[in-house]
């Protein structure tokens, strides 16, 4: 009993900090008090660099589901649905969750390790001593940047993932990119669908920024201390990215 109220508690720590790490960068950012030049250098770091990362899964993605549906629709005949079924599922499931699972790996590691680095090695503490506020100069950029790779990649992804699906149904199926658009615009698909996903990618991004932050600031013990600060920011985000898709589908079930 006293070892679940522990980790009970520990839980109730993190979300706690987690939500502080949020409020100090939606501070900072609404005073405009937070440094440009880190915020810039962040972007391009976590963001520019991951889009060949979610360019080339997406490609791949969009095809796949193809691949799979292709018995389906061979023996049904419904090649004019597949716009439609590629769409829907890549506008509000694949195109949020693999986005924020790749955030995650590539950018809310690197992220972690960075700071729990910085944290391990005192050197926090000195941006103090030297009036400078940590959640302007670090903890700010960051989260923002995340923030906007995230939702930015996700609409990426979707489109890259379209002409995955696009290309593999007329390889694969014959099925000409008209057919594909007309099946994808014709109506059963709306803006509330990419408007549903890009909500889901909003919340994945404040997810990935505020846990990988929150267990960076958080990491002790050396360089031990960071590689398992990167592990349970990794692990916690994916499951915490999976709850939320489940409660914000169900929230949003016949919409």
């Known amino acids: 009993m006293a070892s679940i109220k522990t980790r009970l508690g520990d839980a109730m720590e993190r979300i706690g900090s987690v939500g502080l790490v949020l409020m100090q960068a939606t501070s900072a950012t609404l005073r405009r008090s937070l440094d ?6 962040s972007l391009v770091r976590l963001g520019v660099h991951s889009l060949p990362v979610i360019f080339g899964t997406a490609l791949f993605v969009g095809g796949i589901m193809v691949i799979q549906s292709a018995p389906l629709m ?27 699972l790749m955030i995650s790996g590539r950018v809310g590691s690197n992220n972690t390790a960075e700071l729990g680095t910085l944290q391990v090695t005192e050197q926090i503490n000195g941006l103090r001593a030297l009036a400078i506020d940590p959640a302007d100069y670090l903890v700010a950029p960051r989260v923002l940047a995340i923030l906007i790779t995230t939702v930015l990649g996700t609409l990426l992804s979707m489109l890259v993932a379209l002409f995955g699906a696009a290309l593999t149904g007329q390889v694969l199926l014959q099925v000409h990119p008209i057919t594909f658009w007309n099946g994808l615009t014709g109506g059963m698909l709306s803006f509330g669908d990419l408007f549903h996903g890009l909500i889901k990618a909003f919340i994945f991004g404040l997810v990935i920024a505020g846990t990988s932050t929150t267990f960076g600031l958080h990491a002790k013990g050396g360089a031990p201390g960071v590689g398992r600060a990167v592990n349970e920011s990794v692990v916690l985000t994916a499951v915490l990215i999976f709850v939320v898709d489940a409660l914000v589908s169900f929230a949003s079930r016949g919409h």
């Open 36 to 41: 440009t030049e880190q915020f810039k250098e």
């Open 74 to 100: 061979v023996r049904y005949g419904a090649h004019s649905l597949l716009g439609w079924g590629a769409g829907f599922g890549i506008l509000r499931e694949i195109g949020p969750i693999l986005t924020g």
